[in-house]
Nanobody, 124 residues
Framework: QVQLVESGGGSVQAGGSLRLSCLAS????????MYWVRQAPGKEFEWISA????????YYADSVKGRFTINRDNAKKMLYLQMNSLKPDDTAMYYC?????????????????WGQGTQVTVSS
């Protein structure tokens, strides 16, 4: 059974940091691109970051570039998102997703696999 389980969300003040984690199971983790997408209250889903199979290539949306870092540990089947210098605009539900190919899709359901999300709230 395929599962992606996110954790690490919470409430933090602006300027703070959080590290999100995503534990994968039930599929060959190292054969998939991994993604983070998010949805702020009342807004559309937003693609924010991607990492290739080996972790050697990473990509970021302009809105998070320079503040967020994506990485993965294929041995542990873990995906991470280090979020620094958080802003109130980063408040959202964050989802990890997996796809066999590169994707710029925004909604988690448009990927091969996706998790249930973890909430991040940033107060000013």
């Amino acid at each position: 059974q395929v599962q992606l389980v996110e954790s690490g969300g919470g409430s933090v003040q602006a300027g703070g940091s959080l590290r999100l984690s995503c534990l994968a199971s039930g599929f060959t983790f190292s054969a998939y691109w991994m993604y983070w997408v998010r949805q702020a209250p009342g807004k559309e889903f937003e693609w924010i970051s991607a990492i290739n199979y080996s972790g050697g290539a990473t990509y970021y949306a302009d809105s998070v570039k320079g503040r967020f870092t994506i990485n993965r540990d294929n041995a542990k089947k873990m995906l991470y998102l280090q979020m620094n210098s958080l802003k109130p605009d980063d408040t959202a539900m964050y989802y990890c997703a997996a796809d066999a190919e590169w994707s710029y899709r925004t909604a988690p359901q448009q990927y091969n696999y996706w998790g249930q999300g973890t909430q991040v709230t940033v107060s000013s």
